[in-house]
């Protein structure tokens, strides 16, 4: 695989597959440019040599309609004013609209396409429409990696039309980083695993197992566990038909001798809310009425244990229900346990990286990942397709 500063783009139109699926308020108006910043050092790189960048993204889920709810227009003033240079918005991705514009830029100029979903043949990787996207460009670059666990015609089959092809600098960090976290990584390897339901992690922990010297398991999908175990967990959320799954994976982890921390204690509540009453139990013996909403104190204590004596981590899910004042000292406590490791620790999944927003450290974390599902796929040991298809 290429990457972008492995290329001559000088007088080139480079098509960037971007990911610019920002949130919006009900009048159009972005309420989070996050993404859109980290397409810049590419972008930037792009016009410092003298590119042209086409910038092509998808926003929402129009199903291959022309929805203006998700039309792309209101980022590109959001993309100029980063950029610092003026940014027309074209009114398709293919077409005469597109193909007129592409061929009027200047060295340093950058265009943003309207929104990829508006064509079916997006999502369905159609051949035909990934050849109209090629034709564009001289070069085609990937940079979108929230969506590289998914085939689509602007990540994966277009790179069989476009001349030559390569990652981008936010594309190009993932792999990397996660290489360091998961390919050779410097030991004890420590990865927590949060989150809802055992049902969406289950390849991942079973993977991670083959992986980690620990896995520490907190949020809604540790009771799953804790009843695995016999444990009374009250009200608590529980995959009934994953309890057989949990008790597979911990009997795998004392066969592979990795040690799977459960919560000992937990915060518990009659119900999730802000002005909830609260109470610290044993996480095994929750009474009836009442369920679990963040691991208690003697939890927060061994997890961080844990974290400190890493020199690795990898961190998907949160430990408790933290948009919550009353569940958040987990989470919050082990972000500062994984900071004050100084550990390379990798972060990924959307839940989580707002969490660590919040305790206003994300500048003290080696890396957190711009993509949930795909980062699930790393994690579960798959290929990414439009990594591939760019080997």
């Not at 040599?49 to 929402?60: E, Q, R, T």
């Not at 979903?117 to 085609?140: I, M, Q, S, T, W």
């Not at 919040?358 to 949930?372: A, F, H, L, P, R």
Request: with cysteine; net charge negative; aromatic share 6%.
């Amino acid at each position: 695989m290429k990457y972008l500063d492995q290329l001559e783009v000088g007088g080139k139109k480079v098509f960037v597959r971007v990911d610019f699926n920002v949130p919006m308020d009900k009048s159009g108006k972005v309420t989070d440019d996050t993404r859109v910043r980290a397409s810049l050092p590419t972008l930037n790189y792009i016009l410092a040599h003298g590119g042209k960048a086409i910038v092509a993204s998808h926003l929402g889920r129009p199903k291959g309609k022309r929805v203006e709810e998700f039309s792309l227009k209101p980022v590109a003033p959001i993309l100029s004013a980063l950029l610092k240079k003026d940014v027309p918005f074209i009114d398709d991705c293919i077409g005469e609209k597109a193909r007129s514009a592409a061929a009027a830029m200047k060295d340093g100029d950058v265009i943003l396409l309207e929104n990829l979903r508006f064509h079916p043949g997006e999502d369905k990787n159609d051949e035909a429409f990934a050849k109209e996207l090629a034709a564009l460009c001289d070069v085609y670059v990937n940079d979108a990696f929230a969506v590289s666990h998914r085939a689509a015609a602007s990540n994966t089959a277009i790179t069989q039309f476009a001349p030559v092809c390569a990652a981008g600098f936010l594309l190009k960090n993932e792999i990397e980083y996660f290489n360091k976290a998961m390919g050779n990584p410097a030991r004890p390897l420590v990865a927590i695993s949060g989150g809802a339901k055992v049902s969406d992690k289950i390849a991942v922990l079973e993977n991670l197992i083959d992986k980690v010297d620990k896995l520490l398991i907190g949020g809604g999908m540790a009771f799953t566990f804790l009843k695995a175990q016999g444990g009374d967990i009250g009200k608590s959320l529980c995959e009934e038909d994953m309890l057989d799954l949990a008790k597979k994976i911990l009997d795998k982890a004392k066969a592979k001798n990795v040690s799977i921390l459960l919560p000992t204690d937990a915060v518990i509540a009659q119900a999730p809310a802000a002005d909830a009453e609260t109470q610290v139990v044993d996480a095994r013996k929750i009474p009836e009425d009442w369920m679990g909403l963040d691991i208690g104190p003697q939890s927060i204590a061994a997890f961080s244990d844990a974290v400190k004596s890493a020199q690795t981590i990898v961190w998907n899910g949160p430990l408790g229900m933290f948009e919550l004042a009353p569940f958040s000292a987990g989470t919050f406590k082990l972000v500062d346990a994984a900071v004050d490791s100084g550990a390379l620790t990798i972060v990924g999944g959307g839940d989580t990286d707002t969490a660590i927003h919040k305790t206003g450290k994300s500048d003290k974390i080696s890396y957190i990942s711009t993509g949930g599902g795909a980062f699930l796929e790393l994690l579960e040991g798959k290929t990414l397709p439009a990594v591939a298809a760019l080997g």
